[in-house]
């Protein structure tokens, strides 16, 4: 099997470059962590970051839950503003319900905030309609969740190309595109099997492949590892980074964990409904993306 050919991306769409050929395991502090320098992911010509028109960008940001008036407790989201750049993965950190998922939901259109905006390609995503944001989170979006939410009867690869079923590519050229993302991510020799029949870490490596084949533009991820052992942790967050970094894909990771947040180019810190940190320097990954850095205002 190949891998993903380029060619087959949809008419209009940029070319992207093929996945990873192999899995290559490395401790996220490792000066060679990632891509080598000939498989190194580069922005597309004509776009240098930051480019305002690919970003995902938050502004005063404001979500209150149930109805307003008295008796609405505190805003889950008290005023955010966040700039998550074209390419780069950003990490969300912040204790037990301070907003991090409710942040995740508004900036992926799933919730649709009380004030303030969520811009996409030029775009206000909070004033989509209800139809429009469910194309945006099927073809420009991605998600990974704690548990892979994978649908149990279905073998892996039709997990992973459901997403392009949905989006109306034939059954047979899915499945192969699908198929593409089994060997980078390790999976070879699984596509039969069943998610009760795969490890978590293997089920997560599912939940990434079928996040990612649709080449989204940005990939949520809540609490990704939050079920899995440490070194299954770094597995499935060496993947993750590895494969956005290669498609171009933002990557926008909410986690307790310090050592998946030291997986992304930057964190910001969340607590009660507001940023209260940003630090890119300390959890800049080496490599191709060294100079990227995640923006919090
Ligand atoms: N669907 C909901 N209805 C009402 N309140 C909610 C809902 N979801 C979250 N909240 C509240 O919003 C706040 C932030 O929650 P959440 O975004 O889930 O935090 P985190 O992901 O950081 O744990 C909490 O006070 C939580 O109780
Ligand atoms: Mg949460």
Same mark, same amino acid.
């Given at each position: =099997?190949? /891998? /993903?050919?380029?060619?087959?991306?949809?008419?209009?769409?940029?070319?992207?470059?093929?996945?990873?050929?192999?899995?290559?395991? @490395?401790?996220?502090?490792?000066?060679?962590?990632?891509?080598?320098?000939?498989?190194?992911?580069?922005?597309?010509?004509?776009?240098?970051?930051?480019?305002?028109?690919?970003?995902?960008?938050?502004?005063?940001?404001? =979500?209150? /839950?149930?109805?307003?008036?008295?008796?609405?407790?505190?805003?889950?989201?008290?005023?955010?503003?966040?700039? $998550?750049? #074209?390419?780069?993965?950003?990490?969300?950190?912040?204790?037990?319900?301070?907003?991090?998922?409710?942040? *995740?939901?508004?900036?992926?259109?799933?919730?649709?905030?009380?004030?303030?905006?969520?811009?996409?390609?030029?775009?206000? $995503? @909070?004033?989509?309609?209800?139809?429009?944001?469910?194309?945006?989170?099927?073809?420009?979006?991605?998600?990974?969740?704690?548990?892979?939410?994978?649908?149990?009867?279905?073998?892996?690869?039709?997990?992973?190309? *459901?997403?392009? =079923?949905?989006?109306?590519?034939?059954?047979?050229?899915?499945?192969?595109?699908?198929?593409?993302?089994?060997?980078?991510?390790?999976?070879?020799? *699984?596509?039969?099997?069943?998610?009760?029949?795969?490890?978590?870490?293997?089920?997560?490596?599912?939940? $990434?492949?079928?996040?990612? +084949?649709?080449?989204?533009?940005?990939?949520?991820?809540?609490?990704?590892?939050? #079920?899995?052992?440490?070194?299954?942790?770094?597995?499935? =967050?060496?993947?993750?980074?590895?494969?956005?970094?290669?498609?171009?894909?933002?990557? +926008?990771?909410?986690?307790?964990?310090?050592?998946?947040?030291?997986?992304?180019?930057?964190?910001?810190?969340?607590?009660?409904?507001? $940023?209260?940190?940003?630090?890119?320097?300390?959890?800049?990954?080496?490599?191709?993306?060294?100079? @990227?850095?995640?923006?919090?205002?």
């Amino acid at each position: =099997m190949s /891998y /993903y050919d380029p060619a087959r991306t949809p008419s209009g769409a940029p070319e992207r470059p093929a996945f990873p050929a192999s899995p290559t395991l @490395a401790p996220p502090v490792s000066p060679t962590v990632g891509l080598t320098g000939a498989q190194a992911p580069s922005r597309p010509a004509g776009a240098p970051s930051p480019d305002p028109a690919r970003d995902l960008v938050a502004r005063d940001l404001v =979500m209150t /839950y149930g109805r307003s008036g008295a008796s609405a407790g505190p805003p889950a989201l008290g005023g955010v503003d966040l700039t $998550i750049r #074209a390419g780069e993965s950003l990490a969300v950190m912040g204790p037990s319900g301070s907003g991090k998922t409710t942040l *995740l939901h508004v900036l992926a259109g799933i919730l649709r905030p009380t004030g303030g905006q969520v811009l996409w390609r030029g775009r206000d $995503i @909070a004033r989509m309609s209800d139809r429009e944001r469910t194309v945006l989170r099927r073809e420009d979006f991605g998600f990974v969740f704690q548990q892979g939410m994978l649908l149990p009867e279905l073998p892996a690869i039709e997990n992973v190309a *459901l997403p392009l =079923m949905l989006g109306g590519v034939r059954r047979s050229e899915a499945t192969a595109r699908a198929a593409t993302l089994f060997h980078p991510l390790g999976l070879s020799g *699984l596509e039969k099997r069943r998610p009760g029949e795969l490890s978590g870490g293997q089920a997560q490596r599912v939940a $990434i492949a079928r996040a990612l +084949v649709a080449r989204p533009g940005v990939v949520f991820a809540d609490e990704p590892t939050g #079920a899995l052992d440490q070194s299954t942790s770094a597995e499935v =967050m060496h993947h993750l980074t590895q494969l956005a970094a290669h498609t171009g894909a933002s990557l +926008v990771v909410v986690t307790h964990d310090e050592n998946v947040a030291r997986w992304c180019h930057g964190v910001v810190r969340v607590r009660d409904g507001r $940023i209260a940190g940003a630090d890119a320097d300390d959890h800049v990954a080496a490599g191709p993306v060294q100079a @990227a850095t995640a923006v919090a205002r």
